[in-house]
Structure formats: structure tokens, C-alpha cells
């Protein structure tokens, strides 16, 4: 079963950030965070990861609360392009058994 | 260009008619992994492989065979396949890194009659 909880859907307006939840309240200590999304049936993309700290890159920024049982990515200036399934990751930096839950749909609306 | 690479990209077949999907990566990476997504349940790993000649059951792995022969290559082996193993299926490799990113191929649509 994912370690991860995501709510199944969200809407966001175009050149909105949107913010996409994830509970992993059992997470380990050497566990990190991944997001991931998948546009239509692609290959998933990677975006992010954390472990602790709070992460930005060009792409997004990832929130960790501080005791890591949650994390927000967000996408700062969404853009009709970002409409896809988002998928939060908890695993070790070098496990390779990444599993996939359900993830959230991000619809980007005009 | 980086790529993982799959082949076929669509194939339907018939029940027991053994069958290999290609997987092949040439960015050098020491791991890959084969996925199969299907409607509600997300993505399950099938299996992994941390090196030449090391592989290990991911979560749903009855039904397939893979091998590692060489760094690049992964193939799935469904030496008899059913109906239930009709998918869309993901070939991915990462190297670790300062992101231990993964890297997905394009997909794989499988039929079963």
C-alpha cells in the first residue's frame, strides 16, 4: 500500500499557483519526499524531492512541515500545461520500490 | 539524447502466447524497474534491478520474468499471458545522483484476448 495520501482531484485557474497536499504521517527518518506527475498515459516526470528542508527549483517548490508527516508542492504560476496526475513518493534516497498511489488530478482551468 | 526506450509500443496478443517486451536505457544507469498502471490503481512495480545480474520481485511480479544480462537492457518476459496482465506498462532507470531521479520510457499498451 502507497504511504502517501492525496486528495483525488483539484482545479486550479491558470497562472494561479496551485497546492497539492500530501500526508505521509509514517514516514521514517531517512525517508524523502518525491513528486512525480504523469500528463496523460507518459511516462511520469520527476519534479522534486526533500527530505527536511523546504525545496525549490524551476519547475516547483515542496513544504515540508516540520515534523515531515505533510508536504504541499507547489506550482507557482500554473499554466494549462501542468493539467495531470501528480503523485507524491515516500522512500528511501537509494530504495528503489517507489510506489505509486492513486495521486491527485490537477485540472488547470483557462 | 538520454532516453529509456521501449518496444513495442502497442501489441496485442492471445492468451499463452509467450511474449518480450524490450527495455534499454543509455544513460549508463545501474537501476531499472518495470511498472504496470492500470485504471485506479496507479502505477505497481513488478520488478527491479540494481545491477547486472541482480533483480528482485517488486509488488505484483506473478505472471513476468526479467533478466539483466546487460546494463543497458531489461527485458519483461510474459512467458504465458493472461487477460488479467493486460496493461499499460513502464520501463524506468535512474543512476542515483544528487536527485536519484527516475527515468521512464514511453509506455507500453498491452492486450490480452
Known amino acids: 500500500d502507497a504511504k502517501t495520501t492525496q486528495p483525488p482531484s483539484m482545479d486550479c485557474a491558470e497562472g494561479r499557483a496551485a497546492n497539492l497536499p500530501c500526508n505521509h504521517s509514517?514516514?521514517?527518518?531517512?525517508?524523502?519526499v518525491y513528486w512525480y506527475r504523469q500528463i496523460h498515459s507518459q511516462g511520469p516526470q520527476y519534479i522534486i524531492h526533500?527530505?527536511?528542508n523546504n525545496e525549490t527549483n524551476e519547475m516547483a517548490s515542496l513544504i515540508i512541515t516540520e515534523d515531515r508527516k505533510s508536504s504541499t508542492l507547489i506550482l507557482p504560476h500554473a499554466t494549462l500545461r501542468d493539467t495531470a496526475v501528480y503523485y507524491c513518493?515516500?522512500?528511501?534516497?537509494?530504495?528503489?520500490?517507489?510506489?505509486f498511489g492513486p495521486g491527485t488530478r490537477l485540472s488547470v482551468l483557462p | 539524447e538520454a532516453q529509456v526506450t521501449q518496444n513495442p509500443r502497442y501489441l496485442i496478443t492471445v492468451t499463452g502466447k509467450k511474449l518480450t517486451v524490450t527495455c534499454s536505457q543509455n544513460?549508463?544507469?545501474?537501476?531499472m524497474s518495470w511498472y504496470r498502471q492500470d485504471p485506479g490503481l496507479g502505477l505497481r512495480q513488478i520488478y527491479y534491478?540494481?545491477?547486472?545480474?541482480?533483480?528482485d520481485k517488486g509488488d505484483v511480479p506473478e505472471g513476468y520474468k526479467v533478466s539483466r544480462k546487460e546494463k543497458r537492457n531489461f527485458p519483461l518476459i510474459l512467458e504465458s499471458p493472461s487477460p488479467n496482465q493486460t496493461s499499460l506498462y513502464f520501463c524506468?532507470?535512474?543512476?542515483?545522483?544528487?536527485?536519484?531521479?527516475?527515468?521512464f520510457g514511453p509506455g507500453t499498451r498491452l492486450t490480452v484476448l
Open positions: 524506468a532507470s535512474s543512476g542515483g545522483g544528487s536527485r536519484n531521479e527516475q527515468f
Open positions: 509514517t514516514i521514517s527518518g531517512n525517508e524523502y
Open positions: 526533500g527530505l527536511k
Open positions: 513518493i515516500v522512500a528511501y534516497f537509494y530504495g528503489q520500490n517507489f510506489v
Open positions: 544513460m549508463n544507469h545501474e537501476y
Open positions: 534491478s540494481m545491477n547486472v545480474e541482480v533483480t
